[in-house]
């Protein structure tokens, strides 16, 4: 059986700033996503955590489909064992 695992996440979401909120919505209903912050330019801090490295992809996909998402940048990914 494979170990459990724990993978975290950042992003650099650029956005079209008039579509801020509804973006906003969107990534947060995603399975293990949250955005922090954005920027009054449209840079938006999103942290990710899922339990493995698929299911990060997955949603990153997801992000890059949201209407007014412009490109999408893997900041920082970390992973480790997570505790029984």
């Known amino acids: 059986m494979k170990p459990e695992e724990l993978h975290v996440s ?3 979401v650029h956005v079209n700033i008039k579509k801020e909120d509804a973006i906003r919505a969107s990534i947060n209903l995603l399975v293990g996503a949250e955005v922090i912050t954005i920027s009054p330019q449209g ?3 999103v942290v ?5 490295q698929r299911i990060i992809m997955e949603v990153i996909d997801a992000i890059n489909e ?3 998402v412009i ?3 893997l900041v920082y990914h970390e992973f480790e064992k997570a505790e029984a």
Not at 48 to 52: D, I, Y
């Open 48 to 52: 990710l955590e899922a339990p493995n």
């Open 43 to 45: 840079k938006a801090i």
């Open 10 to 12: 950042s992003l650099i």
């Open 71 to 73: 490109n999408t940048g």
């Open 66 to 68: 949201i209407d007014g």
